[in-house]
């Protein structure tokens, strides 16, 4: 279906179709800045918490202070908040999000380290128990990683189900591996997927059509469960994958595009991320620090 169907106005009128997204022909780069942040003032569904200052990494332990700090710049913006891991101050997050009213999608993060997966899963499950998990993501691409086999992974999957009933649990991973792997669908009670057209070297004219065939597969393999976009964004420097690119421009018109079209279809997306963090450079290479709307001083990137 068409988004120029006449009842829609959220964003005044601006022309949107399926699968090319808005018409951004005749915007120029000021005017992109602007429909940029009216798409951010009028909200999203969800984003990720971004947890590092510049100079701290994974490994810190990260005080409430900062967490709240952060928390309280997102709570204009978002319903939802989603956090990776539940200890080294991690446990603030979700404590926190739930104090401002917003809701919260909670992940353990697991690795090929079983002592800090134990960790993980018992601060994940202690969280629930105190009534700060809305949903509870066991695990963020360790098959991904190849990290953990699929056995050792639905095991900590059925270990959480069972410690916390009534609260929905996934797993979340790239939007092809629930189609490989329809044990996790089976095990999951929602689907949590990544969909990243940037990392498939997606040309930005295309993007959004490519992420509706990422969210269309997942969906397919989901048994009728609800697929939740668990991740998505673009990278606003940085260089680039053969036709992904990284720009400000690029970043502007991928954000604006993700929102409208998540907010027509009804689509519970978390986008990625809140803010620039310095330590992902080693992981991800020069793009790595430039996801956040926010830039790594806690302004908004445009």
Request: glycine residues 8%; charged residues 25%; negative net charge.
């Amino acid at each position: 279906m068409s988004y120029r169907d006449e009842d829609y106005h959220i964003y005044n009128g601006v022309n949107f179709t399926e699968h090319s997204g808005i018409d951004f022909n005749k915007y120029t780069l000021q005017d992109l800045k602007k429909l940029w942040k009216a798409t951010l003032n009028k909200g999203m569904h969800g984003i990720c918490f971004s947890m590092y200052e510049d100079g701290q990494q994974p490994g810190d332990t990260i005080t409430e202070a900062q967490v709240e700090r952060r928390v309280k710049l997102l709570k204009p913006h978002t319903k939802w908040i989603r956090s990776f891991s539940c200890i080294e101050g991690n446990e603030h997050v979700p404590k926190i999000a739930h104090k401002h009213g917003l809701k919260t999608l909670v992940g353990a993060w697991l690795s090929d380290n079983k002592e800090d997966n134990e960790k993980e899963i018992e601060g994940l499950i202690q969280l629930a128990k105190q009534g700060y998990v809305d949903i509870a993501a066991v695990g963020n691409e360790v098959l991904y990683r190849n990290e953990l086999t699929l056995e050792e992974l639905l095991a900590y999957i059925q270990r959480v189900k069972e410690a916390i009933p009534g609260i929905p649990v996934g797993y979340v991973d790239a939007y092809y591996e629930f189609s490989k792997h329809p044990e996790l669908v089976d095990a999951s009670d929602v689907i949590l997927s990544n969909c990243y057209p940037y990392w498939e070297g997606c040309h930005i004219d295309g993007t959004l059509g490519h992420m509706q065939q990422m969210f269309g597969e997942a969906t397919d393999a989901a048994k009728g469960k609800k697929v939740i976009i668990t991740e998505t964004g673009w990278p606003s420097e940085g260089g680039n994958l053969k036709g992904a690119f990284s720009s400000a421009e690029n970043a502007i018109k991928y954000f604006v595009n993700a929102q409208v079209w998540a907010t027509k279809a009804n689509i519970d997306m978390f986008y990625f991320s809140s803010f620039d963090e310095s330590w992902k450079i080693g992981d991800e290479g020069d793009v790595g620090a430039f996801w956040g709307l926010w830039d790594k001083y806690e302004n908004f990137k445009f």
